[in-house]
């Protein structure tokens, strides 16, 4: 579990040092940080290891888009923006991180993986719904079904990735129940 966790921060390193910046996202992003009143700076880039928008960093929050990301409507990026910065405002990568190390200490333990998976969840949750309070829940599900069936389709995945694809259902149902 710890060499699992290892590789994962150390490819999200690699990810942060060879993306490419996306200058047009990250004055989307830092607009939106200013009107919710979050007074940090975010930078965004993109990078061909990424399937779906993800957030890393706690010093230096950086939101990473796959290179595709770069052609989607101004709608699909706003979303994902909006989501990832309600991880950086909660400082997730921090708690799941520190939730990852549990897990790697006390692997043989059923009930921490079982509150991990819970906190993913909940993390998830509580970003979907700030999207949710400026969107609406049928393009923000499409917009995560469309990527779950990117996911499938490629097999390169960061190790760290705090979302976790088989969670999809529960998240589109999430969203979409009133």
């Not at 399937?51 to 699909?76: E, K, L, N, Q, Y």
């Amino acid at each position: 579990c710890f060499v699992r966790l290892g590789l994962g921060l150390w490819q999200i390193h690699q990810i942060r040092r060879t993306g490419l910046p996306w200058r047009d996202a990250e004055s989307l992003t830092n607009e939106l940080a200013r009107d919710a009143e979050f007074g940090r700076h975010v930078a965004v880039v993109v990078h061909e290891a990424i399937i779906g928008p993800m957030t890393c960093g706690v010093v230096r929050p950086v939101i990473v888009f796959p290179r595709h990301a770069r052609t989607w409507p101004d709608a699909d990026v706003r979303r994902p923006v909006t989501h990832e910065l309600k991880h950086v405002r909660r400082r997730d990568w921090v708690t799941l991180s520190l939730a990852r190390t549990i897990c790697a200490l006390y692997w043989f333990h059923p009930l921490v993986w079982i509150a991990n998976r819970q906190l993913c969840l909940n993390a998830e949750r509580a970003c979907a719904d700030a999207v949710l309070r400026d969107d609406q829940a049928i393009g923000y599900a499409d917009q995560l079904v469309t990527l779950a069936e990117r996911a499938l389709a490629e097999r390169r995945r960061p190790l760290l990735a705090m979302a976790n694809r088989h969670e999809l259902s529960t998240r589109v149902h999430a969203v979409l129940d009133t």
